[in-house]
């Protein structure tokens, strides 16, 4: 249903957000040599690149640590920066593609003949222009976008991960997926449903909204403010309903993989501890660096997946409005 020329205009987008992605990265290798001298300064000795910076122009551990760590929030500064950037450039696409599908829908109306619009509740014509269109931009097109861009991210980090211990990764990265497929798989009927559920009562809500100003005069002759109100209540109650218990099986997930990915992570690090005694010794230089690139990447990761999720369940919420719109587009 969309033009090609605004497929077109998403070639941009994509440079944007693999840029993003590798910023992102980026941000995250970073850390480690930080960590790495902050666990062991001697390292600054041993390792040739270090110890370069190092006799290049500093006088101590100390503020060879505060250049580091200057330079690691400046890489973070500037990722928090670029992202807030190509926020900017996906919602500004993303909302020109609500303009472009209520413009061509309405062209679609009014280029009909008459006998077309005798056939049809104006209430209906009105919701799908309006309505229904902002349902596939927040439950198709957005989702569709944020699925391709934390894609690339999680492609990207998953890549790091490996290079940086690859049996880890493959263990994070089957804990990440193996929890968000068991959700999908566990509610997308149950989404499917609600979404059909969505677009009835949505339909009754504007054909009695319709029906209540169309006919305003007899209702107030009659006394029948109460009755209408009834009329109403029902599928607005049932529209609520809908969106509340999609935005709940959208956002419940997670909450449970924070908790099993970040407590993992402190549950492995007391292990550690304990097994080794005590903090002193040198597991710790060893093990902070990889802890420290691990516990960011998940910080990265775990957003990623979930907004993936997220958007599979928001596009099987809304498929059912896509269908209605896209008939449209095609029976007319």
Known sequence: ILPNKEIRRGAPILFIVLLMAIID???VV????????LANPQIIETNSFLNYLYVFGFISIEAFLIVLGFLFFSIILISALYRTFSLFKLNGFIESLRHSLSLLLLEKYLNQSYEFFLN???SELIKKILSEVDQVIGSIIRPIVMIITYSVVLLLMIVLLIFV????????????????GIFYISVRG???NMGGQRVKANKERFFISSEIFKNIKNIKLLKLEKEYLNLFKTPSK????????????SQFPGYLVEVIVFGGMILLTLFLLNAEGSVKGGWLEEVLPTLGIYALSAY????????????????????????KIAQDFLDL
């Open 120 to 122: 049809r509740n104006s």
């Open 25 to 27: 990265v980026v941000g």
């Open 190 to 192: 149950h989404l499917l």
């Open 165 to 180: 211990n690859p049996g880890l990764a493959g263990v994070i990265f089957l804990v990440f997926g193996s929890l968000y």
């Open 238 to 249: 049932n529209y609520s309903q809908s969106q509340s218990s999609n935005a709940t099986f």
């Open 30 to 37: 970073s850390i480690v040599p930080f960590l790495s001298v």
């Open 300 to 323: 990265k990761i775990k957003p990623a997946a979930h907004n993936i999720y997220q958007s599979f369940s928001r596009i099987r919420y809304g498929s059912t409005t896509l269908d």
